[in-house]
């Protein structure tokens, strides 16, 4: 920072109306909630009784909701992760066998500008019974599989996996986007020497691709795992955290808990434990991801 | 350069840590940060509001004053005969005082809850609202958000239009703080032409009749009842029906309160032995979860379903559908011999109430006395008055009104008493855990021992 001659002055100058605005839309809220999970309160009444770290205990210990939440919470994140390698490999075969393959990212994008609630709504269709029109049944009874049809959403065992691939497919092109603009941004000389030095196809990927690929493949990492912590708007839609529990993550039990049951307190207490495991996992990424860049490069 | 780099990192680090906390914090917090400042001028404005109320009369003869009244409703589908009602009713009041102005915002049922519990938190609720009856309302009354409406009820005979006893289920230590817009039971309507059809020749009196209809309807291929049930009240306002017949009448929660009976009482089990009978059988759509209320709705009212088991409220939306006039009703029948045909589920409408914070308490009581004394005309005007919860006058069939409405008319005329919904018996919490439970019955068979568990646990820990 020394290096610019501004006087210190002009930079609070600069920066102190973003930082108030930040403070207090994001540190304020945060700090509430940490002190209304300390009550018991149903959100509406003027009596708030205070119950100290007892809902914090509640949901770790007696609530037999949570630790489920915690587990779809952080599959979702996994399968989102995983995704993303993948979108890494379409995204160099795409940069080498495609000519214009802009426009092929473009169509992989698609789904990414439209409402979660237009895609909730039709893959809620995909997934129908057969006499509502579900397209997945239907080409199941097609190839005379009757006996795999399903009510998708309505079957515990399956309705989680069916959120989990509509988010995979809603994001691919996103995370495609990335990296395929990650992997077009490696300058071709850096090829064109490895050729002359013999290296080509997957050993140029091995080795020039991979090392310099992975600042963006962190980022795509990064923002797979937070946008799966926050998954909410599909579950709502397509599901509401049913049958029975069977699709809540933590942050529908949140909202089921603070709005539904008017325990505000509680909510409150889940709200703050989200954001600890996103600290924690946030951090954990961020360390692996050093050793990785370390090693590679 | 490096360093820049890693700056940016360190920055960048920062900016998504604090952005997934704000985003996980925000939903929960954004109904409490003006809590205290709230509170504060909530307590100075009702002591503004007393004052001008005791001298209301100067306030009113002050008539060149501008007042706005905001009208928080659940009445948004243009085309529905309750939002053209309230539309005219306005227009004519606003048109008859020239210096009200009445703002409308209209929301669907749920968006209109959830805004109600986040102003509530700031204490600043609409000058009228909309609120659900007894154990639903009652922590707005116990926060002091809601106005009395004692005086404006008794001012000019409004409270004898209603329904007896029903005002019952909106007043807290005597005082009435809502009025309903409407009374309504939970009947069985059925589709005449499919029960034909799988040669079913007279309505189920019995639950085991109730059951070989299903089957039979079933096995044409016919979805025999119609239910959403992502939307979780629709499978226990059904269920409850059933707990209704086995405790063999009403009271049954109502006795879990008082700590008379708990969940593990034989009537409970026996309900939902009972209705797992009836999702074995069949009886729902494949996918009953996943379909929310209206759609739930629509199988029936596309005739794609025989039966629908619902609020008497559907009568108008039914008589609109494609199967009007094919439809009938009935009440729900016994179940193993016990209950009685003539008590219902009863579901008392959701009611206006007037916010205890309004600026202009009269104003406002002035108009809602006025949009209660002309509802049931309106209503019955436009032929939406099945299932109001005032005397209605004038002759339902001369008016032109359907057969089915006559029919369920006819079944309101041997109403013996009956039930609540289990959320508007229990608070918010327990009747989650209850909403949940029953919802997981669609999806796989549970011991009814440990759904009774499952009740009774919740209960304990949310009392």
Redesign the interface.
């Known amino acids: 920072m020394n290096v610019l001659k501004v006087p210190k002055l002009t930079i609070a100058v600069f920066v102190l109306p973003c930082l108030l605005l930040?403070v207090s839309?994001?540190f304020?809220?945060?700090l509430?909630?940490v002190y209304?999970s300390t009550f018991q309160w149903?959100?509406?009444?003027?009596v708030k009784e205070f119950v100290g770290l007892e809902n914090y205990k509640n949901i770790l210990l007696?609530d037999p909701y949570f630790w489920p939440a915690v587990r779809r919470t952080l599959m979702y994140a996994v399968f989102s992760m995983v995704e993303i390698p993948v979108c890494l490999l379409f995204a160099i075969l795409i940069n080498r066998y495609v000519r214009k393959g802009n426009t092929l990212v473009s169509i992989y994008f698609m789904p990414v500008i439209l409402s979660v609630v237009i895609i909730g709504q039709l893959w809620?269709t995909i997934?129908?019974?057969?006499?509502?029109g579900?397209m997945i049944n239907g080409v199941l009874h097609f190839l005379g599989m009757d006996s795999s049809m399903k009510?998708?959403?309505?079957?515990?065992k399956f309705?989680m996996y069916c959120l989990y691939i509509v988010s995979l497919w809603q994001y691919f092109g996103y995370h495609l986007l990335i990296q395929f603009t990650g992997v077009q941004n490696i300058p071709a000389d850096i090829y064109e020497a490895a050729r002359i030095d013999g290296a080509e196809g997957f050993k140029a990927d091995r080795y020039i691709t991979l090392p310099l690929i992975v600042p963006v493949f962190k980022i795509s990492i990064?923002l797979a795992f937070?946008g799966s912590?926050?998954a909410?708007d599909l579950i709502m839609v397509?599901?509401?955290g049913?049958?029975?529990?069977?699709t809540d993550v933590i942050?529908t039990l949140?909202?089921?808990n603070?709005?539904?049951?008017?325990?505000?307190g509680y909510?409150?207490a889940?709200?703050?434990v989200?954001?600890i495991i996103?600290?924690v996992f946030?951090?954990l990424i961020?360390t692996i991801f050093k050793r990785v860049e370390n090693k590679v490069s | 350069m490096e360093n820049q780099v890693k700056k940016n990192h360190a920055i960048k680090k920062t900016v998504s840590v604090l952005t997934i906390g704000a985003l996980a914090v925000g939903l929960a917090a954004c109904g409490s940060s003006n809590d205290n400042n709230g509170g504060n001028s909530g307590g100075t404005n009702t002591a503004a509001n007393t004052g001008s109320s005791t001298n209301a009369g100067g306030a009113a003869t002050d008539s060149g004053k501008k007042v706005t009244i905001t009208f928080q409703n659940i009445y948004p589908d243009a085309t529905s005969p309750a939002n053209k009602l309230l539309k005219e009713l306005v227009a004519q009041y606003e048109s008859e005082h020239p210096n009200i102005k009445i703002e409308l915002d209209s929301l669907n049922t749920d968006q209109q809850k959830l805004k109600l519990k986040t102003q509530a938190g700031n204490k600043e609720i609409p000058d009228i609202t909309i609120v659900n009856p007894a154990a639903q309302m009652k922590p707005y009354v116990d926060a002091k958000l809601l106005a009395p409406l004692n005086d404006m009820l008794d001012q000019n005979g409004l409270k004898d239009t209603f329904q007896k006893g029903l005002l019952d289920y909106y007043s807290f230590d005597g005082n009435t703080y809502a009025l309903p817009d409407g009374n309504n039971i939970e009947v069985v309507y059925y589709n005449k032409d499919l029960f034909t059809q799988a040669g079913i020749s007279d309505v189920p009196k019995t639950f085991d009749e109730l059951i070989a209809d299903v089957k039979a309807l079933k096995a044409k291929g016919i979805t025999p009842i119609a239910i959403g049930e992502k939307d979780t009240w629709t499978g226990s306002f059904l269920f409850m029906n059933i707990l209704l017949r086995t405790n063999g009448g009403p009271g049954f929660l109502q006795d879990v309160l008082d700590g008379k009976k708990d969940f593990n009482d034989p009537a409970f089990t026996e309900a939902v032995d009972a209705f797992q009978e009836l999702v074995q059988a069949g009886a729902f759509p494949e996918g009953a979860t996943s379909i929310d209320a209206n759609a739930g709705g629509n199988i029936f009212k596309t005739g794609k379903a025989a039966m629908f088991i619902i609020g008497s409220w559907e009568t108008g939306n039914i008589d609109a559908s494609s199967v009007a006039g094919k439809v009938g009703a009935f009440t729900f029948p016994t179940v193993n011999g016990k209950g009685d045909l003539n008590q219902f589920m009863l579901a008392p409408g959701s009611g206006f109430a007037i916010s205890a914070n309004s600026k202009h308490l009269q104003e406002t009581k002035d108009f809602l006395n006025f949009f209660m004394t002309e509802f049931p005309k309106k209503k019955f005007e436009l032929k939406d008055a099945v299932g109001v919860g005032q005397v209605v006058e004038g002759d339902f069939k001369a008016a032109g009104y359907s057969d089915l409405a006559i029919n369920i008319l006819d079944l309101f005329k041997n109403v013996s008493g009956g039930d609540l919904a289990f959320d508007n018996t229990m608070n918010p919490a327990v009747a989650q855990a209850h909403l949940s439970s029953i919802q997981n019955l669609f999806v796989q068979k549970v011991d009814s021992k440990q759904v009774a568990k499952e009740h009774q646990d919740a209960f304990a820990a949310n009392k």
């Open positions: 930040y839309m994001v304020v809220p945060i509430f909630s209304n149903d959100g509406l009444s003027s007696n809620k997934y129908n019974p057969l006499d509502m579900g009510a998708w959403l309505s079957s515990p309705a990064v937070i912590l926050q909410f397509m599901t509401g049913g049958p029975a529990h069977a942050s949140m909202y089921n603070t709005f539904m049951s008017n325990k505000y909510g409150s889940l709200a703050i989200l954001v996103c600290l946030t951090v961020n």
